[in-house]
Nanobody
Framework: QVELVEAGGGSVQAGGSLRLSCAAS????????MRWYRQSAGKEREFVSG???????TYADSVKGRFTISQDNAGNTVYLQMDSLNAEDTAMYYC????????????????WGQGTQVTVSS
């Protein structure tokens, strides 16, 4: 299986920046893209950004132009640079990846980290 550990959350004032990281370990050769999701109080978890092994990135409209996702050369650590933060970005941020059944059937599934809290004060 894959273990995901997030870090870098904290409290920041509106307009500030934070950089989150997510380190993957275990059967990382089985995983596909890595993604960031977030969940704020009373809301459903929502997609924020993703990056695949080729470096192709995707972003939610709400964060385009403010957040930048990147990864290390091995593709096992992903970063989320968050700039121009506002109160609506306050949430628990989760790292996620999946293992497709055709890649590694034994470990197939969706994997989540424990989350890291981001709080933006206005």
């Amino acid at each position: 299986q894959v273990e995901l550990v997030e870090a870098g959350g904290g409290s920041v004032q509106a307009g500030g920046s934070l950089r989150l990281s997510c380190a993957a370990s275990g059967v990382t050769y089985c995983k596909d893209a890595m993604r960031w999701y977030r969940q704020s109080a009373g809301k459903e978890r929502e997609f924020v950004s993703g990056i695949d092994s080729a470096g192709t990135t995707t972003y939610a409209d709400s964060v385009k132009g403010r957040f930048t996702i990147s990864q290390d050369n091995a593709g096992n650590t992903v970063y989320l640079q968050m700039d121009s933060l506002n109160a609506e970005d306050t949430a628990m941020y989760y790292c996620q990846t999946t293992i497709p059944v055709l890649r590694c059937s034994r470990y197939r599934g969706i994997y989540w980290g424990q989350g890291t809290q981001v709080t933006v004060s206005s």
